[in-house]
């Protein structure tokens, strides 16, 4: 259903290209069809956004559950929350996240020419990509062992990878065999962050 014109125009486009990558992916969502679902043309479209990697960026950043302003909020407040709560909400965050986002980029992945156009659209506003949420986790994690808060001899940056890409294996697992492929995501969150926790927890003192 076509996006209510009363909506300003940027963002219904930004509306009907959320919905048509989720339901026909990133490919086959063109500028033709993102104008036709927001209810204009698309020499207004293109009057409010450089291009489709342009659009789906705004989908990416607004409407998606995404790590930034958990991981931001945990670094503005050390020792707010415990260690095994943060690592809990970026489990519960980046499940969403993944799960969401899978199906709308997975075209992104085999076909270069798109993934680099991306690439730059990041680029150009000052995004690094997908890495970014691992190096903002392991930076957390790192001031956190300097502050004690666990082990001394942890690895900050594999234990947020292994956080991380835990919650990416689910949504493939997800996308490529349903919901009978992969654990329900809050039973998954809770379990690997109680176990990335467990490997990163001080020892008992003496």
């Known amino acids: 259903m076509p996006t209510s014109p009363s909506r300003p125009a940027p963002e219904r486009i930004v509306d009907a290209a959320e919905r048509l990558v ?72 980046a499940v969403a996240f993944y799960q969401q986002i899978l199906p709308m980029v997975g075209a992104l992945l085999v076909e270069p020419g798109l993934l680099a156009r991306f690439a730059e659209g990041l680029a150009a506003v000052g995004r690094k990509g997908p890495s970014e949420a691992g190096d903002a986790l392991a930076a957390y994690l790192v001031r956190e062992r300097e502050r004690g808060r666990i082990r ?16 990416f294996q689910r949504a493939f697992f997800l996308a490529f065999g349903g919901a009978a492929a992969a654990q329900p995501a809050d039973e998954f969150a809770a379990s690997l962050s109680r176990t990335v926790w467990a490997a990163l927890s001080p020892p008992p003192a003496p």
């Open 22 to 93: 989720r339901t026909a992916g990133f490919v086959h969502a063109t500028t033709k069809e993102i104008a036709r679902e927001a209810g204009c043309s698309e020499a207004l479209l293109y009057k409010h956004f450089v291009n489709k990697e342009d659009i789906f960026l705004r989908v990416l950043f607004e409407r998606l559950p995404h790590l930034g302003g958990l991981l931001s909020e945990m670094a503005d407040d050390p020792g707010g929350r415990s260690v095994d709560e943060c690592l809990r909400a970026v489990a519960d965050k």
């Open 152 to 167: 001394a001899d942890a690895d900050p940056r594999a234990a947020a990878a292994l956080l991380l890409g835990a919650c």
